[in-house]
């Protein structure tokens, strides 16, 4: 890095720092934990505080919910190293994402490689805004890992497609303004060929949804229903029949999003140490005590190798396949994380409950293990890296 | 700091990686062993070693030194694992030679860093007394000069000019420098499964010439320098285990049966996926351990537990699937993939097991 590339970023570090510490409430300092913590934007924005309004609000001003996107796009076209300075320096205080969005991790992404202009500029500023909601409609229930089976149609009637098919699994389709779906517009081509990139108005006539609940007791995924939804063509992503590219594209980025091991308020020792308690100086059960420090070094060899991926990509290689190592690898690290804390945790942590959060370790311990299915299962994961990393042939 | 290498780093390792290749691949260690070799190792290799720089890498340039950082010698150490070279690296530059330069006086590095950087004499590190790994324990004593006892596990003591040895005395543990070919010193070769050397070192009133540090310094000495010690076994570890690994994945595509590549069954390529997985996570932990060292870091000693810990599980995991994916093969001593599995097992005991570490790593973080 030149000398004066530096200096423009410790003068970006202190202004951040400075602007940060000024303007991000302290209520928002700290790790999400409820559904409450979590604002989703939308037509119809719910703020669950007046300091969740006010966060959002700034950053959104900022540009900072999308910071890597350009300005008139609504992000603030910050390159990769300030990037990476206001995240590091939003970590040192806790802060919170302001916003939670498929828009912004998944469609965003989708847009910005293979929408048009038009479409860039007229969705694009309103996901950074928070003020729509975009749900994800890739599985069917024929269609899981083997998603390009999938058998939703849209039939091309001249000014618009006329869709019919189901969904399942779509997280917060009862919420959600508008979807992202794969559908099928050719029925005779390979799988991978015949399928197309649509986006959908929730509030079309002939969209329902039904929701479905979880073994944790919630239920933010539905079901989706097109029974000859109507859609007009300039919603189409892309090439028609070229939407499996984007999709592929779309599950890198969501893989390395959910791989991603998040921070809690304590870490896995402090939480075993306040629950069994220490004796002889260490911790009273020997054998979690021994599976504690086996998991807090993978958890840092693992942030470590996140790093150290961002290190190598900037150095100019290719993260690639890697994003599955993540996903699985991650994804595999949380599962045994709740494992331990389920077992460290005791009696207390078998409460359910009538509210989620009255038996909110046994409920997230039981989302957890979705975490290996969501977003491609882990060995689906396996096979990506057997196949695109390691070169293993196919039968 | 990146956790990349920088230019001169890579530069090293691709020089390293063709000297290896060239004139220690794992042939001559398994020629070494087959003539019951005297030495254990390859005197014209570390020879060369040493004309280029390597025995002196870490050390300052006023004592022969090149000053270029553990990072850069983790290079050294990661290629010699991929070839399995036996070397006097270990046990002269990475023990020795760290616990001097870090603790000794500055008469003391003119005289022995200058010496390990020419190559001139070679040393050993005498700190085991039972027969798992415990630094802390002397039972061996030191009075009037004179140190007395037996201590085990002595990499390549056996060919070693000098010894430095733990030992108790009435200010607690010290480390003491007392010449391998003197009076009263009795060594015990013994050749280990990966074809190395350990020796049993017994000290019979054995005079002592000098000492690292004061009396009591020995458990200070000794922790420091192991932990930098473990780190660049890790990156030899690691070479290994990518050898080990890469050498499967390469027999995966190339052995049929079913009238197909075995790499395309699931159960293999799930169980080689998931290596690779595990691999990435140790060479994130060698290449942060390794910088840490350079920039004096205060967490050194987590970790060295952590990448020694990890390294090891690792090692073990990788070095068994290799034989199992192998199939019989990979039973035969014509094929070197068991060689890789005798020197993870060596590599794995020396200084700490992961049963060591992964306790040491808790106990460092107060449970
Ligand atoms: C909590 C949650 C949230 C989700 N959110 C969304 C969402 O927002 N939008 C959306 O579109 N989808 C979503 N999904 C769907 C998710 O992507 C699928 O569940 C997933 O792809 C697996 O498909 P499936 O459930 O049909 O399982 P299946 O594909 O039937 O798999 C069953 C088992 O077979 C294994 N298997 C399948 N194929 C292979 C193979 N080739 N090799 C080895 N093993 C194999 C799987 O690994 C798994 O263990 C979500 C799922 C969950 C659980």
Not at chain 1, 242 to 262: C, F, Q
Not at chain 1, 327 to 340: A, I, P, S, V
């Amino acid at each position: 890095m030149s000398t004066a590339t530096q200096v423009n970023i410790d003068a970006f570090r202190s202004e951040t720092r400075e602007w940060l510490e000024a303007n991000c409430p302290q209520s928002m300092r700290s790790p999400v934990k409820t559904f409450k913590d979590y604002f989703w934007g939308g037509r119809n924005p719910t703020f669950h505080s007046e300091d969740q309004k006010l966060w959002f609000e700034r950053m959104r001003d900022k540009g900072w919910t999308v910071p890597r996107w350009n300005k008139e796009y609504g992000g603030a076209g910050l390159s990769k190293s300030e990037y990476k300075v206001l995240k590091e320096e939003m970590a040192k205080i806790g802060a919170r994402s302001p916003l939670f969005s498929f828009g912004i991790h998944m469609l965003g992404p989708a847009l910005l490689g293979f929408g048009s202009e038009e479409q860039k500029l007229q969705y694009l500023p309103e996901i950074a805004r928070g003020e729509m909601w975009w749900c994800q409609g890739y599985s069917e229930p024929g269609a899981g890992s083997d998603l390009a089976g999938l058998q939703t149609s849209a039939e091309d009637k001249g000014d618009h497609y006329l869709v019919n098919g189901q969904k399942v699994w779509t997280s917060y389709a009862d919420y959600a303004d508008k979807i992202f779906c794969l559908v099928r517009t050719d029925k005779n081509a390979p799988k991978h060929t015949g399928i197309s990139f649509l986006l959908i108005d929730m509030k079309s006539e002939g969209v329902s949804t039904r929701p479905i609940k979880l073994i944790s007791g919630s239920s933010p995924f539905c079901e989706t229903f097109f029974d000859n939804v109507k859609v007009p063509k300039e919603n189409l992503v892309g090439v028609e029949n070229e939407g499996w590219n984007i999709a592929k594209y779309l599950l890198t980025h969501e893989r390395s999003m959910i791989g991603n091991v998040a921070k809690m308020d304590k870490t896995l020792d402090e939480y075993a140490i306040e629950s069994i308690g220490i004796e002889d100086s260490v911790l009273a059960d020997p054998v979690n005590r021994i599976k504690t420090a086996q998991w807090l070094i993978d958890e840092a060899a693992f942030n470590f190798t996140l790093e150290r991926a961002l290190d190598e990509a900037k150095a100019g290689s290719p993260p690639g396949a890697k994003s599955s190592f993540f996903k699985y690898y991650g994804t595999e690290m949380n599962k045994r994380r709740y494992e331990l804390m389920m077992s460290t945790g005791g009696f207390d942590n078998l409460v359910w409950g009538e509210e989620y959060e009255d038996g909110k370790t046994a409920r997230d311990f039981c989302r957890t293990k979705a975490n290996s299915i969501e977003g491609g299962t882990s060995e689906v994961q396996l096979n990506i890296i057997s196949k695109h990393i390691l070169g293993l042939p196919k039968k | 700091m990146a956790l990349v290498l920088s230019e001169e780093q890579q530069m090293l390792k691709s020089s390293a990686k063709e000297f290896f290749n060239g004139n220690a691949p794992v042939s001559a260690l398994r020629r070494l062993r087959d003539e019951k070799n005297a030495d254990g190792y390859d005197k014209r290799v570390w020879e060369e070693m040493v004309q280029m720089g390597w025995s002196g890498l870490v050390f300052p340039e006023e004592y022969g030194g090149l000053q270029f950082g553990y990072t850069g010698l983790g290079q050294i150490m990661y290629e010699s694992g991929k070839t399995l070279t036996a070397s006097p690296l270990m046990s002269t530059v990475v023990l020795a030679g760290t616990v001097i330069n870090e603790f000794g006086s500055s008469e003391q590095k003119q005289k022995y860093i200058s010496d390990i950087c020419e190559g001139k004499r070679l040393f050993a590190v005498a700190f085991e007394e039972k027969n798992i790994h415990s630094p802390h324990i002397a039972n061996t004593k030191v009075v009037d000069n004179k140190l007395s006892g037996s201590k085990k596990f002595v990499l390549d003591g056996h060919i070693a000019d000098v010894f430095l040895v733990t030992a108790s005395s009435d200010s607690g543990l010290g480390v003491y420098v007392v010449d391998a070919k003197g009076a009263g010193v009795h060594v015990e070769r013994h050749i280990m499964m990966d074809s190395r050397n350990a020796s049993t070192v017994t000290f019979d009133n054995a005079s002592v010439l000098d000492m690292i540090g004061l009396p009591g310094d020995g458990k200070t000495i000794i922790d420091r320098s192991l932990d930098i010690a473990r780190i660049c076994l890790s990156a030899e570890m690691l070479g290994s285990m990518e050898e080990a690994f890469s050498r499967t994945v390469a027999y995966l595509k190339e052995r049929k049966q079913f009238g197909v590549s075995i790499g395309s069954f699931q159960s293999l390529q799930h169980r080689a996926a998931h290596m690779y997985c595990e691999i990435e996570l140790c060479k994130s932990l060698v290449i942060k351990s390794l910088q840490a060292i350079d920039q004096n870091a205060d967490n050194l000693a987590h970790l060295a537990s952590m990448t020694k810990a990890k390294v090891g599980q690792i090692t073990e995991l990788v070095s068994n699937e290799a034989i199992q994916m192998y199939g019989g093969i990979g039973m035969t001593d014509d094929e070197e993939i068991g060689f890789f599995l005798k020197r993870a097992r060596v590599s794995q005991q020396t200084l700490g097991d992961y049963n060591y570490h992964l306790d040491k790593y808790a106990v460092l973080n107060n449970y």
